[in-house]
Antibody, heavy 118, light 107 residues
Framework: EVQLVESGGGLVQPGGSLRLSCAASGFTFSSYYISWVRQAPGKGLEWVANIKDDGSDKYYVDSVKGRFTISRDNAKNSLYLQMNSLRAEDTAVYYC???????????WGQGTLVTVSS | DIQLTQSPSSVSASVGDRVTITCRASQGISNWLAWYQQKPGKAPKLLISAASSLQSGVPLRFSGSGSGTDFTLTISSLQPEDFATYYCQQANSSPLTFGGGTKVEIK
């Protein structure tokens, strides 16, 4: 069974940092692109970042470029999101999602809540 | 960036109704469009990929069509478990983008 489990969310002050993790199981992690997608409270979905299966290519939405870094450790079946210089508008539930063979997000984690507030 | 415009933003319908949701892309995206269902407090669930490919386990009352800039998600006979918010998403080019969502409510 494919599983994605996020962790690392919490309350952080504006300007602070947080590192999210996503533990994957039930599939060959190193064969898939993985993404982070977020959802602000009461709002729609927003793609945040993508990383290629081997970690060689990374893509970001403009609003997080230079502040967030996506990475992965295929030996540990894990995905990460390092978030620096956090802003109130980064407050959201962050999901990791597997990118399937037709480029859609075919499996999602349960999400982890990040709250940026003083 | 490719913008996706969903309509309507909300719809009130009864069990057994046929519901159609549209998604229009600001430029051509071939068939690189997916549809998701999200219930409150839950992660989104993939229903359809590549505009019309129904995911395994998704009921046959769901169908998708379209290519280029205009796409539709149809629920042929609405069931109680289908009341949720639906999102389209384009996978043609980065940044990947989602539509604003369509909330399907009970009439």
């Amino acid at each position: 069974e494919v599983q994605l489990v996020e962790s690392g969310g919490g309350l952080v002050q504006p300007g602070g940092s947080l590192r999210l993790s996503c533990a994957a199981s039930g599939f060959t992690f190193s064969s898939y692109y993985i993404s982070w997608v977020r959802q602000a409270p009461g709002k729609g979905l927003e793609w945040v970042a993508n990383i290629k299966d081997d970690g060689s290519d990374k893509y970001y939405v403009d609003s997080v470029k230079g502040r967030f870094t996506i990475s992965r450790d295929n030996a540990k079946n894990s995905l990460y999101l390092q978030m620096n210089s956090l802003r109130a508008e980064d407050t959201a539930v962050y999901y990791c999602a597997r990118v399937g063979f037709e480029r859609a997000f075919d499996y999602w984690g349960q999400g982890t809540l990040v709250t940026v507030s003083s | 960036d490719i913008q996706l415009t969903q309509s309507p933003s909300s719809v009130s319908a009864s069990v057994g109704d046929r519901v159609t949701i549209t998604c229009r892309a600001s430029q051509g995206i071939s068939n690189w469009l997916a549809w998701y269902q999200q219930k409150p407090g839950k992660a989104p669930k993939l229903l359809i990929s590549a505009a019309s490919s129904l995911q395994s386990g998704v009921p046959l009352r769901f169908s998708g069509s379209g290519s280029g800039t205009d796409f539709t998600l149809t629920i042929s006979s609405l069931q109680p478990e289908d009341f949720a918010t639906y999102y389209c998403q384009q996978a043609n080019s980065s940044p990947l983008t989602f539509g604003g969502g369509t909330k399907v409510e009970i009439k």
